[in-house]
Antibody, heavy 122, light 107 residues
Framework: QVQLVESGGGVVQPGTSLRLSCAAS????????VHWVRQAPGKGLEWVAL????????YYADSVKGRFTISRDNSKNTLYLQMNSLRAEDTAVYYC???????????????WGQGTMVTVSS | EIVMTQSPATLSVSPGERATLSCRAS??????LAWYQQKPGQAPRLLIY???TRATGIPARFSGSGSGTEFTLTISSLQSEDFAVYYC?????????FGQGTKLQIK
């Protein structure tokens, strides 16, 4: 079935790096834009980043710009989020989510992964 | 950045009754508005996109309305599985932003 599965979360110290992965299956990954969305413990949802279906366009929230990098490998049906210079306020569940549009972006998120927890603490 | 404000923060409704949730945008987002449902320990689920179109598999008791800056999610007859947190989100421009959520609880 159509699904996204995140991995790579864990407990890290402030200032360090972590890379998250999101494996897609059940659909043609290379034709959809995908997003990262995070949710701090007990808080609401925060959009983090978007990458277009072919990787040519990337957008970031101001809170992560310059520290996080979104990328994808369509040959492996996998989305990535490289997170550098991590801060305590980056502690959250990180979800990957598919944009509803094919060959474009700018719509709602119709498929979500189950999330992976990132804890930044000394 | 467009600020999305949801009201009320918490809504207590009895099963079988109607629930009405509101979402306001700080500037017009046209119809670029989605609603999501999130249950504890689960990922969000898309309910409504384009302000009023139900996503695949979403029951007809869920309906969305509005455009511009004022939006409403209505659940016509609450079922036990509908008690959850609901978020609105615009996708009009960057950054996409979510409302703070409305917790729908059993009265």
């Amino acid at each position: 079935q159509v699904q996204l599965v995140e991995s790579g979360g864990g407990v890290v110290q402030p200032g360090t790096s972590l890379r998250l992965s999101c494996a897609a299956s059940g659909f043609t990954f290379s034709t959809y834009a995908v997003h990262w969305v995070r949710q701090a413990p007990g808080k609401g949802l925060e959009w983090v980043a978007l990458i277009s279906y072919d990787g040519s366009n990337k957008y970031y929230a101001d809170s992560v710009k310059g520290r996080f990098t979104i990328s994808r490998d369509n040959s492996k049906n996998t989305l990535y989020l490289q997170m550098n210079s991590l801060r305590a306020e980056d502690t959250a569940v990180y979800y990957c989510a598919r944009d509803r549009f094919r060959y474009s972006y700018g719509d709602a998120f119709d498929i979500w992964g189950q999330g992976t927890m990132v804890t930044v603490s000394s | 950045e467009i600020v999305m404000t949801q009201s009320p923060a918490t809504l207590s409704v009895s099963p079988g009754e109607r629930a009405t949730l509101s979402c306001r945008a700080s500037q017009s987002v046209s119809s670029n508005l989605a609603w999501y449902q999130q249950k504890p320990g689960q990922a969000p689920r898309l309910l409504i996109y384009g302000a009023s179109t139900r996503a695949t598999g979403i029951p007809a008791r869920f309906s969305g309305s509005g455009s511009g800056t004022e939006f409403t999610l209505t659940i016509s007859s609450l079922q036990s599985e509908d008690f959850a947190v609901y978020y609105c989100q615009h996708y009009y421009n960057w950054p996409y932003t979510f409302g703070q959520g409305t917790k729908l609880q059993i009265k």
